[in-house]
């Protein structure tokens, strides 16, 4: 697959000024004014992020409105329902919020809907079942902000609603006794990119705070919130810097008996990064609501008795096993689909639907069409009860959630961010809405959006690239979004004589640059670009730097991104 390499913009201004305040590598505060680290200050908060530096959460629109309702809830004994959405951001906001209520009141339970008997966000199973169990109140974590009808049903049986959630509001809103949301419009809150999960740590901060609790006994659940921050791919930027730093640190020394059981289970030796918790947690997580009921993870979450969560730690992990197996066999399906049909080879969208694939995978498979076949904003649609659902990705650049809402005539219900999003609707609406969509997306999206891009930090000698370098890279983490993993550009770059194929698929390299000093370095499924390599012509390499540990040694080694030919 063509890639198109990309490298940022420079701002020598900024950087020297930068330079000058840390007495650092040039380079170093390239890296820093890229993630809008200018001033000193800004990177001594950058670097020791402080949990005094959290904001107020009384700053944020509602939150008097939601703490005068569970006091009053507190008083007169009503019966709370913490309720939250299946994924990773959804049970650790159930886990989070109802663990904390669990302290101080005990007339509580929580609800998670099934995924495919339910769908997404507050259900009307879900409201009937707080009306026979006599709720009162409900707490609705990580979703809630579309379910206009709903929160109205609710609020005529004499169930109210506080709405902790992130995902961008509509004009209308429901008629809950307080709305949780910094993406209001109207919200002052300072921060908007919270999580599900940090929302409802907020909710329970300003509860500690009015109830003379000390905020230790919040912080406690830092670990659930960075989880949630890495898996649900927020922003590590601000606020979400700050409860993602103290909660790794947590999930490294102190975690949940639930968390360390999943790292045990995955047999994790290293230092835990956001990385670990996307890839490796989070999966496992996310699969009892893909492929079962996602209850178990919040039970998980909650439990403190380690045997016990090893239990359903093991159950979790089964749970994956089998969503691997299926998510392997749907997107083969796919691409098959696509492959036997020519109309469909020229689009500018993957549209596709097949009553029988499985609801829980539909977005993994999409995301996996994009990676790794045909680079372009994607739906996977399936068969659930007697609508259609579905779940949406995009490519770098594109609104994929602008595009659904341009097709919003021939839906039930959609939500999501500009990446990711979701949508039900009849099945006899699928055909006019793949056609509509992908009228959306022929108009608006860019050619150079279908080009799998590779943004690029900096061009960088590999002179330059030595152990105090990287100790000061190290301190970056916790990364992710608008904190990615600085990607280097080094050009002409000649084989050693020593670099091979390894399994076929992966090029394990020997690189160095004039006569500066070599490099190993490691290619995954990088086989096809060995005759660049060895050649015995200079070579530009995109990679990411990072430390190698082999018989007790460690060295630095680059990570191969893309290789071409020197120009």
């Given at each position: 697959?063509?890639?198109r390499?990309?490298v940022k913009?420079?701002?020598?201004?900024?950087?020297?000024?930068?330079?000058?305040?840390?007495?650092?590598?040039?380079?170093?505060c390239?890296?820093?004014v890229?993630?809008?680290?200018?001033?000193?200050?800004?990177?001594?908060?950058?670097?020791?992020?402080?949990?005094s530096?959290l904001?107020?959460?009384?700053?944020?629109?509602?939150?008097?409105?939601?703490i005068h309702?569970?006091?009053d809830a507190?008083?007169?004994?009503?019966?709370?329902?913490v309720?939250?959405?299946?994924?990773?951001?959804?049970?650790t906001?159930v886990?989070?919020?109802?663990?904390?209520?669990?302290?101080?009141?005990d007339?509580?339970?929580?609800?998670?809907?099934?995924?495919?008997?339910?769908?997404?966000?507050?259900?009307?199973?879900?409201?009937?079942?707080?009306?026979?169990?006599?709720?009162?109140?409900?707490?609705?974590l990580?979703?809630?902000i579309?379910?206009?009808e709903?929160?109205?049903?609710?609020?005529?049986?004499?169930?109210?609603f506080?709405?902790?959630?992130?995902?961008?509001?509509d004009?209308?809103?429901p008629d809950a006794v307080?709305i949780?949301?910094?993406k209001?419009?109207?919200?002052?809150y300072?921060?908007?990119?919270?999580?599900g999960c940090?929302?409802?740590?907020?909710?329970?901060?300003a509860?500690?705070?009015?109830?003379?609790?000390?905020?230790e006994?919040?912080?406690?659940?830092?670990?659930?919130?960075?989880?949630?921050?890495?898996?649900?791919?927020?922003?590590?930027?601000?606020e979400?810097?700050?409860?993602a730093?103290?909660?790794?640190?947590?999930?490294n020394?102190?975690?949940?008996?639930?968390i360390?059981?999943?790292?045990d289970?995955?047999?994790l030796?290293e230092?835990l990064?956001?990385s670990?918790?996307?890839?490796?947690?989070?999966?496992?997580?996310n699969?009892?609501?893909?492929?079962d009921?996602?209850?178990?993870?919040?039970?998980?979450?909650?439990?403190k008795?380690?045997?016990?969560?090893?239990?359903?730690?093991?159950v979790?992990?089964?749970?994956?096993q089998e969503?691997?197996?299926v998510?392997?066999?749907?997107t083969?399906?796919?691409?098959?689909?696509?492959?036997?049909d020519?109309?469909?080879?020229?689009?500018?969208s993957t549209?596709?639907?097949?009553p029988?694939?499985?609801?829980?995978v539909?977005?993994?498979?999409?995301?996996?069409?994009?990676?790794?076949?045909?680079?372009?904003?994607?739906?996977?649609?399936?068969?659930?009860?007697?609508?259609?659902?579905?779940?949406?990705r995009s490519?770098s650049?594109?609104?994929?959630?602008e595009?659904?809402?341009?097709?919003?005539?021939?839906?039930?219900?959609?939500?999501?961010?500009?990446?990711?999003?979701?949508m039900?609707?009849?099945?006899?609406?699928?055909?006019?809405?793949?056609?509509?969509?992908?009228?959306?997306?022929a108009?608006?999206?860019?050619?150079?959006?279908?080009?799998p891009?590779?943004v690029?930090?900096?061009?960088?000698?590999?002179?330059?690239?030595?152990?105090?370098f990287?100790?000061i890279?190290?301190q970056?983490e916790?990364?992710?979004?608008?904190?990615?993993?600085?990607?280097?550009?080094?050009?002409?770059?000649t084989?050693?004589?020593?670099?091979?194929?390894?399994k076929?698929?992966?090029?394990?390299?020997?690189v160095?640059?004039?006569?500066?000093?070599?490099?190993?370095?490691?290619?995954?499924?990088?086989?096809?670009?060995f005759?660049?390599v060895t050649s015995k012509?200079?070579?530009?390499?995109v990679?990411?730097?990072?430390?190698?540990?082999?018989?007790?040694?460690?060295s630095?080694?680059?990570k191969?991104?893309?290789?071409?030919?020197?120009r």
């Amino acid at each position: 697959m063509q890639k198109r390499w990309t490298v940022k913009k420079y701002q020598p201004k900024e950087e020297q000024q930068l330079q000058a305040a840390l007495k650092i590598h040039p380079l170093l505060c390239r890296l820093l004014v890229q993630r809008g680290i200018t001033k000193y200050d800004e990177a001594k908060h950058f670097f020791r992020p402080q949990l005094s530096d959290l904001h107020d959460p009384w700053s944020m629109k509602d939150m008097d409105k939601a703490i005068h309702r569970l006091e009053d809830a507190f008083f007169r004994r009503e019966k709370i329902l913490v309720y939250g959405d299946y994924d990773v951001d959804g049970t650790t906001a159930v886990a989070t919020v109802y663990g904390f209520l669990q302290t101080i009141y005990d007339n509580i339970e929580f609800y998670i809907p099934h995924r495919s008997r339910e769908g997404y966000g507050i259900s009307l199973q879900g409201i009937e079942y707080a009306r026979e169990n006599d709720f009162s109140l409900v707490i609705a974590l990580d979703c809630g902000i579309k379910s206009i009808e709903y929160i109205a049903y609710a609020r005529s049986l004499g169930i109210d609603f506080i709405i902790c959630d992130h995902h961008l509001p509509d004009a209308e809103v429901p008629d809950a006794v307080a709305i949780l949301n910094p993406k209001q419009a109207d919200c002052p809150y300072p921060y908007k990119e919270l999580s599900g999960c940090g929302i409802g740590f907020k909710l329970i901060s300003a509860l500690a705070q009015q109830k003379n609790i000390p905020m230790e006994e919040v912080y406690r659940y830092l670990d659930l919130v960075a989880t949630s921050i890495a898996a649900d791919i927020v922003p590590i930027t601000g606020e979400n810097r700050i409860l993602a730093f103290h909660g790794i640190h947590q999930v490294n020394e102190a975690p949940n008996a639930g968390i360390r059981a999943l790292i045990d289970l995955s047999k994790l030796k290293e230092k835990l990064t956001t990385s670990n918790l996307v890839f490796v947690i989070a999966p496992r997580v996310n699969a009892a609501g893909r492929m079962d009921d996602a209850r178990k993870a919040v039970n998980l979450f909650i439990e403190k008795d380690y045997d016990k969560a090893y239990s359903i730690a093991e159950v979790l992990h089964g749970d994956n096993q089998e969503r691997k197996g299926v998510d392997m066999n749907i997107t083969q399906e796919a691409v098959s689909i696509i492959q036997n049909d020519v109309a469909l080879h020229s689009r500018k969208s993957t549209v596709l639907f097949q009553p029988h694939w499985h609801k829980g995978v539909v977005g993994i498979v999409a995301s996996r069409l994009i990676d790794k076949y045909y680079y372009r904003p994607t739906i996977i649609l399936t068969q659930s009860n007697d609508k259609v659902a579905g779940s949406a990705r995009s490519v770098s650049g594109f609104n994929v959630y602008e595009a659904i809402h341009q097709c919003k005539d021939l839906l039930e219900n959609y939500g999501g961010h500009f990446y990711a999003a979701g949508m039900t609707l009849k099945l006899e609406n699928v055909e006019a809405f793949c056609k509509k969509f992908e009228e959306v997306v022929a108009s608006t999206i860019q050619p150079d959006m279908l080009i799998p891009e590779i943004v690029i930090d900096t061009e960088i000698s590999l002179s330059d690239l030595t152990p105090s370098f990287y100790n000061i890279m190290r301190q970056f983490e916790p990364l992710g979004p608008e904190n990615l993993r600085p990607v280097f550009l080094a050009r002409n770059l000649t084989d050693t004589g020593y670099s091979r194929i390894v399994k076929e698929e992966h090029l394990k390299l020997s690189v160095k640059q004039a006569n500066g000093p070599s490099f190993s370095g490691i290619g995954f499924f990088m086989a096809d670009k060995f005759d660049i390599v060895t050649s015995k012509k200079p070579f530009d390499m995109v990679f990411t730097l990072e430390e190698n540990e082999w018989n007790g040694n460690t060295s630095l080694q680059l990570k191969a991104i893309d290789i071409l030919p020197s120009r």
